[in-house]
């Protein structure tokens, strides 16, 4: 991967991917497939986004031909399969202003001064500028980093303790049935006994219920926590009606999504839903022309907010792009089988 230092230069590309995720590596690839060259922003100082920056070892079970893989394992994938394109990744910084030129062009510039002319421009955002839902306890920060995570970045730190996981998404029933495997013991608490997360992952984890090694604790809420010096010593826990008990803890897992924070993207005159940008389908073209949106950031009647589906987005959008890189030349499209990639072997 190239990455290139801030200069008062003003680099060329046919296509600014905002945002180093999955579904943007993939449209680096796609766009590369049908010859336009890419340059890739992201305020981390890695690729991958999400996957790498909050679960790079939670395992994700709807990629294609991949029963189960890790999510830094399908970033360094999509990364190898970008590579052969060449792109320029402009990582630790952020995308401040998008400004439209005389010629039709687009003028992106970051936070530190770097400044990209590019024909077109996708945002692959993800969630924006993403935290954690924190729930209100008291006394949450003492325990935040030692003892309370929103994340799991190593499964062994886990290895031998009591966990309590909070939540009734993917990320709290996934990590329920990861853990199982190696922490002392698992509970799962969530406010009602039906879950959000994919039926087959729910399926799992009841079996791990029925076999003892996962404590389904419902219908319940966090209420308060117990330790000192950041320590946990349990959690509190509580009914509707105010029944409460203590679940033994050494760590606890709050599973309650992520707050979407759009930043600088708020001000680029895009048609916005509830901090998602509008597209329209096929081609995933914005309100302002020369402008695209990709995966979690964008909706559009029928949105299925999964990885394949943003893989999809990426393929439409470069292909709804190639016209504008390549004025009034016919696309005379071939499938990668007979295409092949360049410099594979």
């Keep these: 991967m190239s990455q290139t230092a801030s200069s ?20 680096v690839f796609e766009c590369g497939m049908l010859k336009m060259r890419c340059h890739v922003v992201d305020a981390l100082d890695m690729v991958g986004g999400q996957c790498t920056a909050l679960y790079p070892e939670k395992p994700i079970y709807d990629i294609p ?57 996708i945002i692959a955002a993800g969630s924006g500028a993403f935290g954690p839902n924190r729930p209100p306890l008291d006394g949450l920060e003492a325990y935040e980093g030692k003892s309370v995570f929103y994340m799991v970045r190593r ?38 006994p039906k879950f959000r997360a994919a039926p087959e992952s729910v399926a799992r984890m ?26 946990l010593s349990a959690v509190r826990v509580a009914t509707l009606d105010g029944e409460e008990k203590a679940l033994p803890a050494d760590a606890l897992l709050a599973f309650f ?11 680029w005159g ?28 964008a909706t559009y009647p029928g949105k299925l907010k999964l990885i394949l589906c943003g893989f999809a987005e990426a393929a439409q959008a470069a292909h709804a792009i190639r016209p504008l890189v390549y004025p009034g030349e016919a696309l005379h499209f071939e499938y990668s089988t007979s295409k092949g990639v360049p410099g594979a072997a």
């Design 65 to 121: 031909a991949h029963p189960s893989i890790e999510a830094a394992d399908l970033i360094d994938r999509l990364a190898e399969q970008a590579a052969p394109f060449s792109p320029t990744y402009h990582l630790g910084q952020q995308v401040e202003k998008l400004t439209r030129q005389d010629n039709g062009r687009w003028l992106v510039e970051t936070g530190i001064g770097t400044r990209i002319d590019t024909q077109a421009v």
């Design 8 to 27: 008062n230069d003003v680099l060329t590309t046919d296509v600014v991917i905002v945002g180093a995720g999955p579904v943007g590596l993939f449209a």
């Design 206 to 231: 009841e079996a791990l219920v029925r076999e003892g090694r996962v404590e389904m604790v419902v219908p319940y809420q966090l209420s308060g926590l117990d330790g000192a010096d950041g320590r």
């Design 155 to 192: 499964r062994q730190d886990f290895a031998g303790k009591k966990v309590v996981i909070a939540g009734g998404g993917d990320s709290a029933v996934d990590w329920a049935i990861s853990l199982a495997d190696v922490a002392e013991r698992v509970y799962v608490v969530h406010r009602r």
């Design 257 to 267: 999504g992520l707050s979407m924070n759009l930043g600088p993207i708020a001000g």
């Design 270 to 297: 895009l048609d916005l839903e509830r901090s998602h940008i509008a597209v329209a389908q096929p081609g995933c073209g914005t309100n302002v022309p020369g402008v695209f949106a990709i995966g979690d950031i």
